[in-house]
């Protein structure tokens, strides 16, 4: 498997003409190396956060396989596994070259990943696999679920870690550039809420256009990004620069 560890890939800034709502970044040579890995022909799944958003997942799919195309990867097929389909999910996920998990609210993607059998459906798949904001997070073997609607900072049944599809044992915590400055029931979000959940775990907090690249059991983080541990959070990682994960303590 090739896993793509995003925090969000999506460049707002399209050129003149270009009908999608978003291509994605050429920085941090996100499209080249997509490029090395996603061949022009394959077939594309796009994986839902939310079951029941059928014309929202439809839209979704159809945007991602448009910036594909229009970065020189264009696919033969593109499908959605959602509520209306799930009782297919092993033939979806068996017949896919790439595969997208897509972004949206962690516990309800989590949630449906288990009732399909995701985890177990990705042992030993071998295509590419791009998880996008919540998609990356979820990826991970044991998941930090970080509180982001009001009323979840301080529900003591929350439940802030929990089983993932088990494809890295990077725990990812996506748009910092967005929510680093957010408030959530009365308290900073990171400062007051992650910081101290990250006691006895590391989380890899990612800028939109960043990434982890993972193949062959190695990680790369490109562009810039940080890591948070014991309630410490230090970048290790500068824009337009990458490095191997290895190298971090």
Known sequence: MILFLTSSPCEDNVPEGVTLPCIFFERNRFV???????????????????????????????????????????????????????????RLVQDSDVILLAGGHVPTQNAFFREIGLRELLTDYPGVVMGVSAGSMNAADTVYVQPEEAGEAIDPDFVRFTPGLGLTDKQILP????????????????????????????????????????????????GEGYLLHNGVMERICEESASIPLTEIA
């Open 32 to 90: 080249a190396n997509l490029q090395r890995f996603v061949h022009p022909g394959g077939r594309f799944l796009a994986i839902a956060s939310t079951p029941e958003g059928h014309a929202r997942n439809d839209e979704m799919a159809q945007t991602f396989a448009g910036c594909f195309a229009y970065h020189g990867m264009p696919f033969s097929d593109v499908n959605v596994l959602d509520s209306r389909n799930q009782a297919d999910a092993a």
């Open 175 to 222: 748009h910092y550039n967005q929510v680093k400055d957010n408030l959530l029931d009365g308290m900073r979000l990171f400062e007051d809420i992650t910081y101290p959940d990250s006691r006895g775990h590391s989380f890899y907090v990612l800028m939109d256009g960043s990434y982890i690249l993972e193949q062959s059991g190695e990680s790369t983080l490109y």
